[in-house]
């Protein structure tokens, strides 16, 4: 592998979604964007939910939603581990925007702090995903 690459593994529950060489990494750690490029110091990080944007050898751009996770960096390998992730291009804007107005109702009728919390991070992983499928798609429309 060359010093301006690094190998880039997003790992859900269930498969594999992306495994390969890129020149970057740009995904939402709990802190804030995070860059990573080939060389970047050791780190592990928890992850929020958002967008993980991976910079191809050819330049190209993959794009990956997460519901949060962690992350573990080392000098020529990131690798991200999440629960739930989709790629944006299976992700389905009218449906996370339905399920979003289900979920809006149900913060109206929650009762509980405990209903009102649950809701509420139901709420932010659909907006996350939302707000993935518009920037794929708006990345998409620009080639």
Do not use: W
Not at 54 to 83: K, M, R, W
């Amino acid at each position: 592998m060359s010093a301006k690459t690094l190998h880039i593994d997003v790992v859900s529950a269930e498969e594999s979604l992306y495994s390969g060489k890129a020149k970057m990494v740009v995904l939402p750690s709990v802190s804030g964007e995070l860059g990573v490029l080939p060389g970047h110091t050791p780190l592990i990080s928890l992850i929020r939910p958002g967008q993980v944007k991976i910079v191809c050898e050819d330049d190209s751009e993959e794009y990956v939603f997460v519901a949060g996770g962690l992350l573990e960096v080392q000098p020529n390998a990131v690798t991200v581990l999440s629960d739930t992730a989709i790629r944006a291009a299976d992700l389905d804007e009218a449906k996370a925007m339905a399920a979003r107005e289900r979920a809006e109702e149900s913060r109206r009728n929650a009762k509980t702090k405990e209903e009102i919390a649950v809701v509420e991070a139901e709420l932010a992983m659909l907006a996350a995903q939302v707000h993935v499928a518009r920037r794929y798609h708006q990345s998409k429309n620009r080639h």
